[in-house]
């Protein structure tokens, strides 16, 4: 039980992680119906897009005042591919069956994976990223890296960010008119193209925040980065309610507690010791999925985006 509060805290850390890139499929589901399976290596890119600004920079350049402009590179680097994505592989094949744009998102996933793997040297190998160097923080009983304040900070204020603009301005309420019903907001003047490329640029930009947020925690991206943490964060937006905006935070959270738990917990069960430690941690999120799925198919918040908002 004394390990309780710093697993608390690792698992809020990795779920506010999971937040931020599962609002992406949520956001692109709740006004297309379309899941994005591309965008675990919208992520990916954008940690990259973080790293190259870094190492573009004067050596010796401290990570606190290089973060700002390595932030800037991630969020600009996913928030084009989002869109060039959004333009030249999903929107020719909007009144296409749904299979088609499902198999174009993940040769769309493979596609990005081998442009970063060729684009950067020795690509196959895992690239060191900056991390802040210093002591910890304690907070209620639990260790805290410098590293993981940027996402405790970042996560809360996206999401309100978030829920302001959807709530209370001019696309935003036309976004929740063209997921409601988009011939109808057609009708009613709404340009629902750029609504479209707006909701992708929004969860390419959220993709890119936590691009830098994974690389400060563990000090290092690689190009295959994005499929496992791509599918997490997609059960994480199915655990919400995909759809959902809060949902999609909601789910993240919960899966990263119940990950961090799982891996502290499962070993000390008379019987279960082979199924604990880290190795099952995957395993132990997918069982998580299973048993919301068989007792709320809807998912612990389950409403579409609009209608929350």
Known sequence: MNELP????NGLILGAMYGLIAIGYTMVYGIVQLINFA???IFMVGGFGALTVYLVMPSGTSLLLALPLMLLGAVLVSGVVGVAAERFAYRPLRGAPRLAPLITAIGLSIALQQAV?????????ARVFPQFKGDSFEILGATVQRGDIFVIVAAPVCMIALGFFVARTRSGRAMQATAQDPDTAKLMGINTDRIIV??????????????VAYGLRTGEVQFRMG???????FTAAVLGGIGNIYGAMLGGL???V???LATGYVEDIPGMQQFGGGAWKDVWAFVLLILVLLLRPQGLLGERVADRA
């Open 6 to 9: 710093q697993q608390l805290a």
């Open 39 to 41: 965008h675990g290596e």
């Open 117 to 125: 793997w060729m684009w950067y040297p020795e690509g196959n190998k």
């Open 198 to 211: 707006l909701a992708f640029a929004i969860g390419a930009v959220f993709a890119g925040i936590a691009a």
């Open 227 to 233: 499929f496992i943490l791509g599918l997490k964060a």
């Open 254 to 256: 919960v899966l990263g």
């Open 258 to 260: 119940a990950e961090a």
